[in-house]
Each structure stands twice: as structure tokens, then as C-alpha cells.
């Protein structure tokens, strides 16, 4: 980050991981359900209908998520869009920041996805969800914040 005047963060891919799950659950009990012999039963139509149905409305949702979520520093401030279907932009001046700071969950660790949290000066909060690599992230865009108030920040 040093000598740079800029940091950015981007959605995770575990935004895809709710359709894969849908998918390979209802896909293997439809999969069982047809072996047993009950394969043109109501249960079986029905583990059809999500996994044809549920599993791309959970791909287009975490595609549509997936490209519009993102945080970057740009200059002398921070620009952040929280995601589909939340589609607003927001540009925050370095100056009104009181915080900015990471929000995981034990998942969140393990998968390396986490929420970065921006705080301003008037006690309004900015959270931007399902941001990858949160630590790095979050330290990136704190170094930045602490240069720019230091008169350190090189221009973009």
C-alpha cells in the first residue's frame, strides 16, 4: 500500500456457494428418490422443481451480488457499493471517517470473507457484506485513512 494513493476490496465467491449447495442436495435426493423407485412421486417433483428453479435464482442472485459489491479508496475518499439489490453508490470524504473496521464470523475466518464496517464522524454506519480477504482489506484501507491524516497519501 505504501507510495500508492488507493486500496480496494471486492465481493467473495462464497456468494455462489448457497446454489451449489441447493443444487447438489435436492439434485442427490431427487438421485435417491429415483432408485428407490419413487422417482414420479410428489417428493421427487418437487426436489425438481427447486433444483431446476431454486439453483439459478441463487446463481443470478450471486452473480448480480457478486459484480456489485465492492469498496475502494480513490483520492481523498472512499467510494463503496453495498450490492444488489442495494444498488446505490456511496462516496464518503476521508475526513468525515471516524472508523473503519472488519466484522467476521467464525465462517467468515475460515472461508476468508468478512463485512468491512465504515463509520462516520456523525455516528452514520456503511457496511459493505461478503468482501474478500476482509484483513487485508480492512489494513489497507486503515493505512490509506492514516496517511491521508498524516499528509502522507501520494496522489492518484
Same mark, same amino acid.
Given at each position: 500500500?505504501?507510495?500508492?494513493?488507493?486500496? #480496494?476490496?471486492?465481493?467473495h465467491? %462464497?456468494l455462489?456457494?448457497?446454489?451449489?449447495?441447493?443444487?447438489? *442436495?435436492?439434485?442427490?435426493?431427487?438421485?435417491?428418490?429415483?432408485?428407490?423407485?419413487?422417482?414420479?412421486g410428489?417428493?421427487? #417433483?418437487?426436489? !425438481?422443481?427447486?433444483f431446476? *428453479?431454486?439453483?439459478?435464482?441463487?446463481?443470478?442472485?450471486g452473480?448480480?451480488?457478486y459484480?456489485?459489491?465492492w469498496i475502494?479508496?480513490a483520492?481523498? $475518499?472512499i467510494?463503496?457499493? #453495498?450490492?444488489?439489490? #442495494?444498488?446505490?453508490?456511496?462516496? !464518503?470524504?476521508?475526513?468525515? *471517517?471516524?472508523?473503519i473496521?472488519?466484522?467476521?464470523?467464525?465462517?467468515?475466518?475460515?472461508?476468508?470473507?468478512? $463485512? *468491512?464496517?465504515?463509520?462516520?464522524?456523525?455516528?452514520?454506519?456503511?457496511?459493505?457484506?461478503? !468482501?474478500?480477504?476482509?484483513?487485508?482489506?480492512?489494513?489497507?484501507l486503515?493505512?490509506a485513512?492514516n496517511?491521508?491524516?498524516?499528509?502522507?497519501?501520494? %496522489? %492518484?
Amino acid at each position: 500500500m505504501q507510495g500508492r494513493g488507493w486500496a #480496494r476490496g471486492k465481493a467473495h465467491w %462464497t456468494l455462489f456457494a448457497p446454489a451449489a449447495l441447493v443444487a447438489l *442436495i435436492y439434485g442427490l435426493m431427487w438421485l435417491v428418490l429415483v432408485l428407490l423407485g419413487r422417482g414420479d412421486g410428489v417428493v421427487a #417433483r418437487i426436489c !425438481i422443481l427447486v433444483f431446476s *428453479i431454486g439453483s439459478p435464482l441463487l446463481l443470478v442472485y450471486g452473480f448480480l451480488r457478486y459484480n456489485s459489491v465492492w469498496i475502494a479508496m480513490a483520492g481523498p $475518499e472512499i467510494c463503496l457499493a #453495498r450490492g444488489w439489490p #442495494r444498488l446505490a453508490h456511496v462516496q !464518503i470524504p476521508l475526513d468525515d *471517517i471516524a472508523s473503519i473496521r472488519l466484522v467476521q464470523n467464525f465462517i467468515g475466518r475460515k472461508f476468508g470473507v468478512g $463485512e *468491512i464496517v465504515v463509520e462516520t464522524r456523525d455516528g452514520r454506519s456503511y457496511r459493505v457484506s461478503d !468482501i474478500g480477504e476482509p484483513e487485508a482489506v480492512a489494513g489497507e484501507l486503515n493505512q490509506a485513512l492514516n496517511d491521508y491524516r498524516h499528509g502522507e497519501m501520494a %496522489t %492518484t
